[in-house]
């Protein structure tokens, strides 16, 4: 499903609220207002200024450093939805305290630019009756409005907030967003909402990172919005977690407990997770008859099914209430870290077809330029086709005319291996292979006459697989894009030319892909947990045309982790673009006609490069204000 699809299911999440839903009323602010009295404030004063230490705050921001990975993109992405003029959002921890803070020109320049920063306390103690101190008080979204505020010094303002809660329904944090435009208060309230659920999703898939998070509700089509309920379900089959949307779409059952799947589903965890594998999206019941879709939910790093044993299942679930030093084998399987997303539209429906295909005995073809993930993409359908069996990788690069037969066949020779009764678990790497799947990565390096071999040896396991004797249970090859389109008068090519027609999956290359933002993340995620991309970095990487592909960009974005100043990745990553390398600065606009002034811009610009885009190290260096840098950095294009 496409990023627009998903804003378009979003924005259906926020219509559907109703008023109700999203007013505070009155009898909230009344009591609000009698608090702040209680407090021994006076309406027509002023609230107290109360802003904490500097080294309070680097404690502060150490502490809530995990979560600020989350928040601040999409901190950031509401800040470009509200938009407008006069207006910020910000970032308050559960204590009131303002840490991450993106306002606009006019709201920086006036009274709320100096009031709403960093490090600011907003419980209603210290400032009256206000958004954010509301939220935290009442553990719901709230708007105050102009009047509605105890001191009249916030009379000309609109606020908006809602808590942030982590599964255990704790307040983790607060959003807010402050503006003068009063005439969209809903539906700023709305986007304020929308983004803390976001952070409360992706901080659910986080904290059950070792899990498998499945994700269900009652509409397929709302799988992928906010709306959509997650549980995470440990090795064994026992439910770790819920977030609100299960817990309400599962209520009448104590989701607090421990549960095992079957207990709250109709199907057994085994048979869930096979059902998956076949399928992206399943219906199934629960345990009260209600029907649901049901899919994988996928963390910044994608997940690997890993099926146990039924009869440890078994065991494990039998000894559930056994302390927990006896039962210390069922902890949850360490996570497999995978950087391999394959979310691209097209290129699914040729997965689905391609895993189809090695299910009836045909061999599929992987076709890509140089880059583009041919053999990620192979292990990925063998994790969908027989993820738990052997998968056997032949490098035709390394295979040559003297060495194939003992690289395939091992000591005992080719002639051992076609034999009916041939052994198992030999060294050539075809036995190896038996009961799962081999793949000859670069075939289209290898000579015509080896290509006929390789027919021989698929006849020769489909008539195995007929007879019920132990074979390969399927072939994948990867070759250049076009390679079987190439004119070649070997017989031997026509007969491997048709002994893999049928499927073919083409990749794309990176600069077509549209998951493109997903493998990006992905990616910086491997490198670096702690970095993550912004809207403008994800947007500076799409302009480059990649030819390298993958490898490439996985080069870019360890250049840019290794340079950047901070965790958000943000401008800073056009200095690590392929394009960009090798380029010469050159004069802004306003320099441009002076040799005098092109001489200083151009020092600034390449002390600027020089420095990982520092703005204060180039200042002292140079002697020069921050503000003089800025004025000639800010006007370059974009490569």
Known sequence: MDTNHINRKNQQDIRGQTSSQLQVSNADISESW?????????????????????????????QNHYIRQLVIPELELLYNQIAGTNFMVAYADNNGIVLDSLQDVDFQAGEGGKTVIPGSMWMEQVRGTNALGLALHNAQAQIVTGGDHFFKKFGDLSCFASPIFDYKEDIVG???????????????????????????????VEQFSTSLILSFHARHEYLTTTSVALIAVDSSGFIQGANANAKAMLSGLDLSSRHFFSDVFSLKFSTIIDELRANAIIQIRDVMGSEVFMTVQHSVLARVLSVPDTSSVRHQRATAHLPKNISEEQQPLPRTSVTKVFEDEILVCQMAVAVQSLKIGLPVLIEGDRGTGRTSLARELQNQYLADQPFVTIDCNLVTADNFDS??????????????????????????GRDGTVFFDNIDMLPPHLLRIICQIMSSEEQRRDLNITAIKG???????????????EDAFDEFAEAVHGCHVQIPSLSERTDFQKVAQAITADLSPQHCLSKVAITGLRTDKWSGNLRQLRKTLQLAIANAPETVIREDINSALPSSRGRAPTPCPKCANSPVRAESCVSIQKTWLKTGQNVSLVARRLGVSRNTVYKHIEKQDTP
């Open 475 to 489: 072939f994948l090859f990867s070759a250049k894009s076009g390679w079987l389109a190439t004119d070649c008068e």
């Open 174 to 204: 607060v959003i807010d967003a402050t503006s003068d435009a009063t005439a969209r208060n809903h539906h700023t309230l709305a986007l304020v909402k929308l983004a803390a659920r976001n952070i409360e999703n992706r901080l659910f």
């Open 34 to 62: 009698a608090r702040c009295r209680n407090y021994g404030l006076h309406s027509s004063g002023r609230p107290i200024e109360a802003v904490v230490s500097s080294s309070q705050m680097t404690d502060i921001l150490e």
């Open 407 to 432: 690289e395939l066949f091992g000591n005992q020779g080719r002639s051992e291996f076609f034999q009916d009764n041939a052994k198992t678990g030999l060294s050539g790497k075809l036995y190896q």
